[in-house]
Every structure is written in structure tokens, then in C-alpha cells.
């Protein structure tokens, strides 16, 4: 049985095509630093007018991938585009065209909401004061306390008071309420709903679901799994068989199907698996030894699981 790393289907998945559209391209880029491989030779694109967020547990290379989008760091390998610029050539640029919201907004604390909004005005076109009183507005922000006065919920909401061509969010509900969470969340899906096109990093599985059109799903620096949330909804199953004997094998799936992770439990085996169909289900059921098989639509967890731990032992 196949695991997900190394698959020819992988690779059509996440070498996807140019696109004139696109916000963000992505080519062939490897991050090497002394002690380690941050980034392996990843390939995307975001759509303009998209919620596309980036999955990946604590050093994945999240964070990597957003420096080099923001010119913060040169990719050992490949290249980048952001909004059709070069963020080693145009790095000044792409940060005026750009919103970037980490999970710890640095501001000047002692400066009060308006003046930060007027401050930061210097930066940008003639409409974004106007656009920052506005969404500040719509934030509850009360524009004479000082920032240092806010809670972290409301730090974050005037990094956000901000309208641009793409927003880049980096883990950026880490700490925040449940109720905040929600109102940025939701903010989100606004800004997709406008034109305007969201990067958004996280390794929180529930606000992700909540947002995004398309997934990726990063490990070790390498992308798993890159695809749009209704195709994964359809396609992606937990698969449990029954087995006459432990030491029945089950074949390798006729691509595009493919197995994420399989578990072992006596006679039952247990697999995640993507590109689910009537004729996948019939070729198990073909198998010498297999008693059943039972199916359903796997959580955006457990495709997570499967695409990080891959092949589990048996138990």
C-alpha cells in the first residue's frame, strides 16, 4: 500500500499552471539554511479574490515562505511573484501594496488609534485614511486610546484596519477570543468577497475550514496536499475494512486514488483516503480476504494527520 509521500499525483497537484491572475506564484523555491531544509522546492498559486491558506504544524516553514514572499529573505532556489513583482527587485513595493498581520502586530504603543492610522497614511495612496477611519469604525476601535490601553484582540484589529490589494496573515488569531477570533474570521471572507485576496498561514485546523477556498497542507517544508476545500470535502474518506485474516494485504489503489495513511488493528484496517469513488469502494470489496468496507467523509483534521504523520504502525 502507497503512502503520500513521493506520488506522481502529488506533483501534478502542486506544479500547478501560470496564471495572469494570480496574486502569488510560486516556483520551484527551496529555502536551505545551515542547520536545516526550511523549504524544499515548492510550486503554487494563489487567485486573485481568494481565501488560500497554508496549513502546517510549528516549523513547517510557514513563516519562511513568508519572508521570501515579502523580500525578507532570498530563496536558496526558484523565484516569486507577488501581485507580478519580484520581492527581491521590488520588495519596497510589494510592501506598500501589501497588508501583513503576524500573530504579534508591532506597533508604537504609546501612539492613539488615530494617530497610528494617520501615521501609517505616509506609507500609501491618498484613500487609505479614509479606508483605516472606516474599517477601524466598523472595528468598535475607539480612536483616542492609546495602543498600549487595547487588548491584544484589539491590536490586531488596527493591524487589520487596512484595505490592501492582498492581505498576508501569519497565524494571526493566535491568542485572540473566541468572539474576536470570530469578527476576523468572518472579516476575511468580506475582503475575498470584494476582489481583494487572502494568504493566510495557520496551524489552527477549525478557522482555516471556516475561511478558506483553497488548502495546502505544509510538512518539513514540502507541500502534501494542495486543493480547493469543496474538492477535498468530496474526494478525501476515512475507509474502515474488515479483513478474514490481520495478514491480508490490500493492493495499491488505481491512481488517482491514493492512501494518506493507513492504520493497522488486528483485523480491521483503518485508511485516509483521497480520490474516493464507486469504483475504489468495488475494488476493495474485490480483494481475497476483505469482510467489508465501510466509508465517510473525512474532517479537515484527520486529512491533516494523514498528510503530516503519513503511514501509521500497527497497533
Known amino acids: 500500500m502507497s503512502s503520500i509521500e513521493s506520488t506522481p499525483e502529488l506533483a501534478s497537484i ?25 523549504l524544499n522546492n515548492v510550486s503554487f498559486e494563489v487567485p486573485k479574490g481568494t481565501v488560500f491558506a497554508i496549513l502546517g504544524e510549528n516549523g513547517a516553514g510557514k513563516t519562511t515562505l513568508i519572508k521570501l514572499l515579502t523580500g525578507f529573505l532570498k530563496p536558496t532556489t526558484g523565484s516569486c511573484e507577488v501581485l507580478g513583482l519580484n520581492p527581491m527587485r521590488d520588495a519596497l513595493e510589494i510592501r506598500r501594496r501589501v497588508g501583513y498581520v503576524s500573530d504579534a502586530p508591532s506597533l508604537y504603543e504609546w501612539m492613539r488609534v488615530d494617530e497610528i492610522g494617520w501615521f501609517t497614511s505616509s506609507f500609501y495612496d491618498g484613500n487609505f485614511l479614509e479606508r483605516y477611519k472606516e474599517l477601524a469604525s466598523d472595528f468598535e476601535l475607539p480612536f483616542d486610546r492609546k495602543l498600549k490601553q487595547l487588548s491584544k484582540g484589539g491590536r490586531a484589529k488596527v493591524a487589520l484596519a487596512h484595505d490592501p490589494e492582498l492581505l498576508i496573515l501569519d497565524e494571526p488569531t493566535s491568542g485572540l477570543d ?17 476582489g481583494r485576496t487572502v494568504f493566510l498561514s495557520s496551524h489552527q485546523v477549525s478557522e482555516i475550514e471556516r475561511v478558506a477556498d483553497t488548502i495546502a497542507i505544509l510538512h518539513q517544508g514540502t507541500f502534501k496536499l494542495i486543493d480547493s476545500l469543496a474538492a477535498l470535502s468530496e474526494s478525501v474518506h476515512e475507509v474502515t475494512i474488515g479483513l478474514s485474516d490481520s495478514l491480508v494485504a490490500l493492493p495499491v489503489l488505481t491512481p488517482p486514488a491514493r492512501v494518506l495513511m493507513e492504520n493497522s ?50 497497533t
Open 265 to 314: 488493528d488486528g483485523r480491521q484496517r483503518r485508511l485516509i483516503v483521497q480520490g474516493w469513488s464507486v469504483e475504489v469502494e468495488r475494488e476493495l470489496q474485490s480483494c481475497n480476504g476483505v469482510v467489508s468496507v465501510r466509508h465517510r467523509r473525512a474532517s479537515l483534521d484527520e486529512l491533516f494527520v494523514a498528510c503530516v504523520r503519513g503511514r501509521s504502525e500497527a
Open 14 to 38: 502542486v506544479s500547478l499552471s501560470s496564471d495572469p491572475g494570480s496574486a502569488i506564484r510560486v516556483q520551484n523555491v527551496s529555502m536551505h539554511f545551515r542547520s536545516c531544509d526550511a
Open 178 to 194: 473566541p468572539l474576536v477570533r470570530r469578527e476576523f474570521l468572518e472579516s476575511m471572507v468580506s475582503r475575498a468577497a470584494a
